[in-house]
């Protein structure tokens, strides 16, 4: 991590002068959590590794048209990534690769079983491990699946207006749950 | 509009998860403008989110920094324009003066070729900067006319009335802003379907269960928000579905949406 501490507001300036410098410390700061986000909606290591490449990629040559009245750095370029992500995970070609190696899906939902799991991995799970089943499965569903409200609704059985209640409690748990 | 429902009703979370549908985004953006505990309350979401991520990193392979570097300083580099160099060829068998004159000509039709290349390229961006330039004037005025409404409905005297989708449409929302003292209506349509060309959402308002036409929703309109009739009295809206131009009267089994004040 670097020993420098920018605002959000000085690194946006720095990124906007297209320095070095400043790549590197948005690199250092904040590859690993790009990283974990995209590994669990993209399992392989080596595509994942293609859009944490294309994301920063992306974000350095976009970096003009970012608001900051909008949203926050980090969401604007998380957004990035799981677009990217779910453009890939939504593919024919991806798909077709997946039901070849009888793999995809069915390994997302039983990451604990599976062998293949990075042990480095396991630390995104500390945190939403000790959330509750339904708040986890909102956030898994919402955040890293690309899920829309109505497809949430869906697959949980449950009114759009608990799947928006739900999410608000899950989030205000993570909240307690990061303080600690 | 009560902001403390707003924000218990999870909207923000839906949104900052990337979940909230195109219209809840305009509606969320637009009140961020004016509610500063909403916008807080979304800058607080976004933070978790990005602190559960910080706190969890998970390293990328170590080469790839230099890898994504390379990528960007190679991209830099094809956006620049190419180095025109001559090369010198060596012609033995010619005398030097002839030598000399065929590769000025040469040079001259080169300088000549790119000349015309660049100004064909700076007459394009032209035309391109043009064009961007007449949009975004275009957008600027679509923005101001925002901005007036906006400033209209944040007045004290507007009252906020949610419509609710009614049991055959359970997922329909709209929203009418009443100014109360100046009796104008501001409509916006937070979750309706598209309608089918020769269709036409129309707003009654309701007094005492008796309707009266309050306007028409102009679906080409690029602004989400719309002035529509004036009303001087209501303890109700509603929202049907009338051929285009409108109805007489409602017609109730194409109501949609419907709130009491």
Redesign the interface.
């Known amino acids: 991590m670097p020993d420098i501490n920018y605002t959000e507001t000085e690194l946006i300036s720095l990124l906007q002068s297209n320095e070095?410098a400043a790549?590197n410390y948005l690199?250092d700061?904040?590859?690993?959590?790009?990283?974990?986000?995209i590994?669990k909606i993209i399992v392989q290591e080596d595509k994942a590794?293609d859009v944490?490449?294309e994301a920063?990629?992306k974000i350095?040559?976009n970096i003009h048209t970012y608001d900051p009245n909008?949203?926050?750095l980090?969401?604007w370029m998380?957004?990035i990534a799981?677009n990217i992500s779910i453009d890939i995970l939504r593919s024919k070609d991806y798909k077709s690769e997946q039901n070849r190696t009888a793999s995809g899906d069915v390994f997302i939902e039983n990451e604990n079983l599976s062998i293949n799991v990075?042990v480095?991995?396991i630390?995104?799970n500390?945190?939403?491990e000790q959330l509750k089943d339904d708040y986890k499965k909102i956030?898994d569903l919402?955040?890293f699946k690309?899920?829309?409200?109505?497809e949430?609704s869906k697959e949980l059985n449950i009114p759009?207006?608990t799947?928006?209640?739900?999410?608000?409690?899950?989030?205000l748990e993570?909240?307690k749950l990061?303080k600690v | 509009m009560n902001i403390e429902e707003y924000i218990?009703?999870?909207?923000?979370?839906?949104y900052?998860?990337?979940?909230?549908?195109e219209s809840e985004v305009r509606e969320l953006?637009l009140l961020s403008t004016t509610h500063p505990e909403i916008r807080e309350a979304?800058?607080?979401?976004?933070?978790?989110?990005?602190?559960?991520?910080?706190?969890?990193?998970?390293?990328?392979?170590g080469t790839?920094?230099q890898?994504?570097?390379q990528?960007?300083k190679e991209?830099n580099a094809e956006n620049n324009s190419p180095d025109l160099s001559v090369t010198k060829s060596g012609d033995a068998g010619k005398a030097p003066n002839r030598n000399w004159i065929k590769y000025l000509s040469a040079a001259a039709v080169l300088a000549l070729i790119i000349s015309i290349g660049y100004n064909i390229n700076y007459s394009l961006k032209i035309r391109k900067q043009n064009t961007a330039f007449a949009q975004l004037k275009n957008d600027q005025q679509d923005l101001l006319n925002q901005k007036n409404i906006l400033a209209q409905i944040i007045s004290p005297s507007v009252k906020t009335v949610v419509l609710q989708g009614v049991p055959a449409h359970q997922?329909a929302k709209a929203t009418v802003y009443w100014d109360t003292t100046l009796k104008t209506t501001y409509l916006v349509l937070n979750a309706l379907p598209r309608t089918e060309p020769g269709k036409q959402y129309q707003l009654w308002a309701l007094v005492k269960g008796k309707p009266i036409d309050a306007g028409l929703y102009n679906s080409n309109d690029p602004d989400p928000i719309q002035k529509l009739k004036d009303i001087s009295n209501a303890d109700m809206f509603a929202i049907t579905l009338e051929p285009k131009g409108g109805s007489v009267s409602p017609t109730m089994s194409q109501m949609y949406v419907a709130g009491k004040l």
């Open positions: 070095a790549y690199y700061k904040y590859s690993g959590a790009l990283y974990s986000i590994r590794v944490l490449q920063f990629i350095w040559k909008k949203a926050k980090f969401t998380i957004n799981k990075p480095d991995h630390g995104i500390k945190i939403l956030i919402a955040y690309g899920y829309t409200q109505d949430i759009i207006g799947v928006k209640t739900k999410a608000r409690n899950a989030i993570l909240r990061l | 218990s009703s999870g909207i923000i979370e839906m900052v998860l990337g979940t909230a549908s953006e979304v800058r607080m979401c976004e933070i978790d989110i990005e602190n559960l991520a910080l706190q969890n990193p998970l390293p990328p392979p790839l920094k890898k994504i570097w990528s960007i991209d997922n």
